[in-house]
Every structure is written in structure tokens, then in C-alpha cells.
């Protein structure tokens, strides 16, 4: 089968890769650009341990196709960071031992990096319902709730 050219920027990167037509965009990013931190957990949506941002959109990049990604931008776990520098999130997530075996921790972290862009302050209510795409089998989602409630603090400057 002929591969697909692709053009598309990954976090804040351009980047090419030649993707089977069939290929999902989660396989692309782990296999043609080596960007590893997303996860496949069920390969059917259900899980969001694959979530990224797709020209600011939250999506499962395993119900994605990889020759979708073209002229788009993509936004992973691996561009929360600046060089040693965590993103709040990233940094708020250890401090309350958000994470224990942190196979899901990379889409959940790209989700509630989403939700805050879209809501700076969002209740308890509203980050369980943002985040409900997201399982984790290991927690229980308190101390994840409770990380990005102290991260959206900090980015707001209330903390």
C-alpha cells in the first residue's frame, strides 16, 4: 500500500513522516517520531490513556489516522515541559503523588492541560466531568483532582 506524506507540527516542531493509510496517528507519533509518552490502553477511545491536542482539540489519537495530522498541529505530553522546566501540572501531579503506575498519566495530564485552557478555574465537578474519558485503574482520582485544582491556582496566580 502507498504511505502518505505528512506535514504537521508537533509541539511546536515541524515535522514529516510517511504514514500507511490505515495507520493511527497515536502509532505514527510513537513509531515514525518516537514520542513515546502516549499510550495505548484499549485502541477504542474508551480509555484516553493515548489523549493529545489536535489543532486545540482533545482527541484519541488512536481513533485518529496518521494522514489526518496533515497541516495540523499536535500538541503531547512530551511539549508540556521546557527543557528541565515541568509544567505546573506535571509539577502539582508529583507533589500529591497524583500518579502511581502512570500508565494513564500522559493523557490525562494533555486533558487537564486542555481543560485549563479552555477554563482557568473549573470546580471539582467540572475537571471529573472533564476528565471522565480519562481511567486510571490505580488512584482513584482524588489526588488527580486535587493536582490540577492546585495547578490551575498556580497558573492563575491564586496560590
Known sequence: MTKIHVSATVNGDPVEYLADPRESLLDCLRDHL?????????GTGDCGACSVQLD?????????????????????????SRGETLHPLQRKFI???????????????VAAKALLEQNPDPNESEIRFWLAGN????TGYDK????????AAEMRGAA
Not at 488527580?144 to 495547578?151: E, F, G, N, S, T
Open 34 to 42: 518516537g514520542l513515546t509518552g502516549s499510550k495505548e490502553g484499549c
Open 56 to 80: 486545540g482539540v482533545l482527541v484519541c489519537s488512536c481513533l485518529v489516522l496518521g494522514a489526518e495530522a496533515q497541516g495540523k498541529k499536535i500538541e503531547t505530553v512530551e511539549g508540556l
Open 95 to 109: 507533589e500529591h503523588a497524583a500518579l502511581q503506575c502512570g500508565f494513564c498519566t500522559p493523557g490525562i495530564l
Open 135 to 138: 481511567l486510571c485503574r490505580c
Open 144 to 151: 488527580i483532582i486535587r493536582a490540577v485544582q492546585d495547578a
